[in-house]
């Protein structure tokens, strides 16, 4: 079991975005010192739902500030950036992390962020898989051209190469997709790549993500060993407390307030109806849902999450009660008292 945090920066009412910030920062440090394995950072961008808009920039100074755990985006957004510019972040905190580093990825949504940084709709609604493609091919190929109909440029030199890590280690960064439909399913298994699945999502429609994604894996004609190993991500909320009701109280009381913010100030690019969950009755499904309680508890639940998915890596976002000392003594009970229970 692979126990990792999922940290969004998020800014609560009252609090400024650079107390977010240091917030994200010190949880991602204790994991580290908690022996968690993986710290998930979110990008968003003009919104105070999460106030990191470069998860890979962030991702870089916490690997500099940590020694052993890996740093993640979850996820770096394609349709905002380029793909070789991108590619060519990932390949510098691979091999200057020791390979420490895992790049994920997602299409986002159709915010007015598409209209910000010029992508438009055409990139949110047609034009992921292939900046998934050219990404890929940077992280593998000593020379990229762009083919596409976005990106057209004649071949060029890749550098640094990600394959040219010291020592022992991966090739290239891991490369994980945000899957939340079908088609992202099916894409995600044809390039061989596990998926991060959303806090939204059960355990029974986790399950059949996975099982889409084996089987079109199959079809797609991916090695035996590629399909039964593939580490995805479950993605969920965690809040340990001595009693159930404790834990679901600290995040009652908080959640719903950062939700409503949040989620409100979401911009469309074309003006598309958008229908909001009810913060409080959100807050109280993720409750039951997730980790949330007691560490007998916590762990029962990530160890159900496993034996009815088979996804046995998980990114857990520790934040949910606003604060930042009680963040950090979530992430350490998380460390100290969950993670015994599941070895």
Not at 240 to 264: F, H, I, N, S, Y
Not at 322 to 334: P, Q
């Amino acid at each position: 079991m692979r126990v990792g945090t999922f940290v969004l920066a998020a800014q609560f009412p009252g609090q400024g975005q650079g107390e977010a910030l240091h917030r994200a920062v010190r949880s991602a440090v204790v994991a580290d010192e908690s022996g968690l394995d993986t710290v998930w950072l979110a990008e968003h961008h003009f919104v105070p739902y999460g106030v990191c808009p470069s998860a890979v920039t962030l991702a870089g100074l916490l690997l500099g500030r940590t020694r052993r755990i890996r740093v993640g985006t979850a996820v770096s957004v394609l349709p905002a950036q380029h793909p070789v510019v991108l590619g060519e972040q990932a390949a510098l905190l691979h091999l200057t992390s020791g390979g420490r580093f895992t790049l994920g990825v997602g299409r986002g949504g159709p915010w007015v962020d598409l209209e910000v940084f010029g992508g438009g709709l055409e990139a949110y609604e047609k034009g992921f898989p292939e900046s998934l493609d050219l990404l890929l091919d940077w992280l593998r190929e000593p020379r990229v051209a762009g083919r596409g109909e976005r990106y057209a440029f004649r071949e060029v030199a890749v550098v640094p190469r990600a394959d040219e890590l010291l020592g022992d280690g991966p090739d290239g960064p891991e490369v994980v997709v945000a899957c939340t439909s079908p088609k992202s399913v099916k894409l995600a298994a044809e390039k061989g790549l596990p998926m991060l699945l959303g806090m939204h999502c059960g355990d029974e429609e986790k399950a059949g993500m996975v099982a889409l994604w084996r089987s079109a894996a199959r079809e797609a004609g991916q090695p035996g060993d590629v399909v039964e190993g593939a580490a995805h991500v479950s993605a969920g909320v965690a809040q340990v407390a001595d009693r159930a009701e404790d834990a679901v109280e600290t995040l009652v009381k908080a959640m719903p307030g950062w939700l409503r913010q949040g989620l409100d100030a979401h911009v469309t690019v074309d003006g598309r109806h958008r229908v909001m969950r009810d913060p409080v009755a959100y807050t109280e499904y993720l409750c039951g849902l997730h980790p949330v309680g007691p560490p007998r508890l916590a762990a029962d639940r990530l160890a159900a999450t496993a034996e009815r998915t088979g996804i046995t890596r998980f990114a857990l976002m520790v934040e949910g009660s606003g604060d930042l000392a009680a963040t950090e003594d979530n992430v350490r009970r998380l460390g100290t008292d969950v993670l015994p229970l599941l070895e």
